[in-house]
């Protein structure tokens, strides 16, 4: 069984930077199409960034892409998510998934492990 478990959350001035790492226990990180979700009060889940296992793929939804960067370190087996030039609107709870899939999948439906979620505030 997949065990994926979020660190790094917390609190920051916009502006600042924060770095979530997932850990991937009971199979290597490797094997998956690995993605950063986030969930905001009273919206629905997002894609924030996923990484292929083929290839190392790598996809950033529209409004992170130049302040986010997602990388995968085999040895640690985590995956992790950079976050620079933080915005209020970046306010949310970020959750690691994985996937068997071949390629980049963007919604959560496509992603079978979670965990449990670590939450990200960014001050105004």
């Known amino acids: 069984q997949v065990q994926l478990v979020e660190s790094g959350g917390g609190l920051v001035q916009a502006g600042g930077s924060l770095r979530l790492s997932c850990a991937v226990s009971?199979?290597?990180?490797?094997?998956?199409?690995m993605g950063w979700f986030r969930q905001a009060p009273e919206k629905e889940r997002e894609l924030v960034s996923a990484i292929s296992w083929v290839g190392s793929r790598t996809n950033y939804a529209d409004s992170v892409k130049g302040r986010f960067t997602i990388s995968r370190d085999n040895a640690k087996n985590t995956v992790n998510l950079q976050m620079n030039s933080l915005k209020p609107e970046d306010t949310a709870v970020y959750y690691c998934a994985a996937s068997s899939a071949v390629g980049i999948r963007t919604t959560p439906d496509d992603y079978p492990y979670w965990g449990q979620g670590t939450q990200v505030t960014v001050s105004s």
């Open positions: 009971g199979r290597s990180v490797s094997s998956y199409t």
